[in-house]
């Protein structure tokens, strides 16, 4: 079972918008803003599309924006396009002992 | 064009040991942070150890403590996993990951990663 809680899966329709949550505690998401996302494609690396709750690393399209509230971070794709369909992974900042947790992974189905 | 290539994965029986290299080019590697994450066969990600750029400071995941050591040379721009007493649900795609941030701060962010090597823990 993994630590960060996330829906199996999400879907959408071209040019809709879907949010992804990522529900942790205070231990991880509810008390550092170092939630991540990542998209892995079939057979492929995960790539990093959200760090530090919002921010997007270079090159990242700002279609995919991130949130948090509370125990709670979401993944929000907007415009959605057939290429977004993937499966989508939160991590999390859990302290120093356990250092960094991840979810269990959405996959997006783009309709 | 930073560049990440393990190597070392098959299949070895329960109790055994494996050696898993990567690869870096492309960057100062020893200004990194560096991580193995691994995926078990249709299953999420599972951060495994992570180690600094200087390779005076490693971390482990309960899960593999005291079984598995994170190892790097930097004159080799290589970094390592031994794992020994292996078990069947360390069976998994290893990832080798770099840290987004170079020196200290923050080293949980992994913007770029190898294609995995896979480990097979089986009789």
């Known amino acids: 079972q993994s630590a960060l809680t996330q829906p199996p899966s999400a879907s959408g329709s071209p040019g809709q918008s879907v949010t992804i949550s990522c529900t942790g505690t205070?231990?991880?998401?509810?008390?550092?803003?170092?939630v991540s996302w990542y998209q892995q494609h079939p057979g492929k690396a995960p790539k990093l599309m959200i760090y530090?709750?919002?921010k997007r690393p270079s090159g990242v399209p700002d279609r995919f924006s991130g949130s948090k509230s509370g125990n709670t971070a979401s993944l929000t794709v907007s415009g959605l396009q057939a290429e977004d369909e993937a499966d989508y992974y939160c991590s999390s900042y859990a302290g120093s002992n356990t250092h960094v947790v991840f979810g269990g992974g959405t996959k997006l189905t783009v309709l | 064009e930073v560049q990440l290539l393990e190597s070392g994965g098959g299949l070895v029986q329960p109790g055994g040991s494996l050696r898993l290299s990567c690869a870096a080019s492309g960057f100062t590697f020893s200004s990194y942070a560096m991580s193995w994450v691994r995926q078990a066969p249709g299953k999420g990600l599972e951060w495994v150890s992570a180690i600094s750029g200087s390779g005076g400071s490693t971390y482990y995941a309960d899960s593999v403590k005291g079984r598995f050591t994170i190892s790097r040379d930097n004159s080799k721009n290589t970094l390592y996993l031994q794992m020994n007493s292996l078990r069947a649900e360390d069976t998994a795609v290893y990832y080798c990951?770099?840290?987004?941030?170079?020196?200290?701060?923050?080293?949980?962010?992994?913007?770029?990663w190898g294609q995995g090597t896979l480990v097979t823990v089986s009789s």
């Open positions: 530090e709750v919002s």
């Open positions: 205070s231990s991880d998401v509810g008390g550092y803003n170092y």
């Open positions: 990951a770099k840290s987004y941030y170079s020196g200290s701060y923050y080293p949980w962010d992994f913007d770029y």
